[in-house]
């Protein structure tokens, strides 16, 4: 059974940084497509980042491109989002999921919070 755990979201101040983490377990996280979402209070879940499990190649949304980035470290089997120039409509949980053939798993989410 694959897992997923996320962490590393808080607060930060508008215009500051944040990586959040997801560590995977239970299987290899190159097997699948992992990526990032994130729900808002009255918002539906959206798509936030997508890498690859093929070549890593990545998508962003475009309301976080250019400032967000996806990355992987094989050897900890862990998928990371850095965010920067954060914004209070980066405001969200972010959940992390992991997409194959073979499953759709989800984790719990790390809640981002972007305010002065």
């Known amino acids: 059974q694959v897992q997923l755990v996320e962490s590393g979201g808080g607060l930060v101040q508008p215009g500051g940084s944040l990586r959040i983490s997801c560590a995977v377990s239970g299987s290899t996280s190159t097997l699948y497509t992992m990526s990032w979402h994130r729900q808002a209070p009255g918002k539906e879940r959206e798509l936030v980042a997508r890498i690859l499990p093929i070549g890593s190649a990545t998508n962003y949304a475009a309301s976080v491109k250019g400032r967000f980035t996806v990355s992987r470290d094989n050897a900890k089997n862990t998928v990371y989002l850095q965010m920067n120039s954060l914004k209070p409509d980066d405001t969200a949980e972010y959940y992390c999921?992991?997409?194959?053939?073979?499953?759709?798993?989800w984790g719990q989410g790390t809640q981002v919070t972007v305010s002065s």
């Open positions: 999921n992991a997409r194959s053939v073979a499953g759709d798993y």
